[in-house]
């Protein structure tokens, strides 16, 4: 059956440093990966879109990378700071209608 | 643009009751996803609309729930008779497929659902 896994346990780092989120999936092979951003009693929110044929993506502080052949995602925040604490959701986007299927996401908290 | 609205953010009611969650898109959006959070399961897909048809709804647990879209700006997920494990965060997200169909959601605050 089709699984995407995110750390469960929270990643605590500290302020300044560069956090890393982990996605992997199985038995998926997705045209887009997507990372979403949900803060507590919050709405996800889209951060970044990687599509199958691109390697990395950067916004701002933000990178993706998308291994199709590890079955991997790796999200990247640099400079990280407390205001960057919040779960992070990971979305491959399969089939022909590319409905992002959601990973249950990984805590970061971010120490000042 | 207000963004995806939905209501009520908060239900709390009793086992057998009836509930129904409400959905206003952004305009404009063709597409409209119900999804359901729980610390169990995370986020699961219920069902979506294209043009205000149900396009998916594999992911309606069972008949007891049901959604509608009589119009591009207006959505409801009822459940009916409602059970404890119905508690959960309902969310609802839409998109829109011009341009190219890239998937990205625009989700609403989410109706936090408590069955006693």
């Known amino acids: 059956s089709q699984k995407i896994e995110q750390n469960s346990e929270a990643l605590n780092i500290q302020e300044g440093k560069t956090a890393t989120l982990t996605c992997n999936y199985t038995n998926y092979s997705p045209a887009y990966l997507q990372w979403y951003r949900q803060d507590p009693g919050r709405g996800p929110v889209f951060l970044l879109l990687?599509?199958?044929?691109?390697k990395e993506k950067r916004k701002e502080r933000l990178k993706v990378t998308f291994d199709t052949t590890l079955k991997q995602s790796l999200f990247h925040i640099t400079a990280s700071q407390p205001a960057d604490s919040a779960t992070y959701l990971c979305?491959?986007?399969?089939?022909?209608?590319?409905?992002?299927?959601f990973g249950r996401g990984t805590s970061l908290i971010v120490h000042p | 643009d207000a963004g995806v609205i939905q209501s009520p953010r908060h239900e709390v009611t009793e086992m057998g009751q009836e509930v129904t969650l409400r959905c206003k898109p952004i305009s404009g959006h063709d597409y409209l996803f119900w999804y359901r959070q729980t610390m169990m399961r995370g986020l699961e897909l219920l069902i979506y609309f294209n043009n205000n048809v149900p396009i998916d709804d594999s992911g309606m647990p069972e008949d007891r729930f049901s959604a509608k879209m009589p119009n591009a700006s207006f959505s409801t997920l009822k459940i009916q008779p409602s059970e404890p494990r119905d508690s959960a965060v309902y969310f609802c997200a839409s998109s829109s497929g011009r341009g190219g169909y890239t998937g990205e959601l625009f989700f609403g605050e989410g109706s936090r659902l408590t069955v006693l």
């Open positions: 979305a491959p986007c399969i089939g022909g209608s590319y409905i992002p299927t």
């Open positions: 990687i599509r199958e044929n691109e």
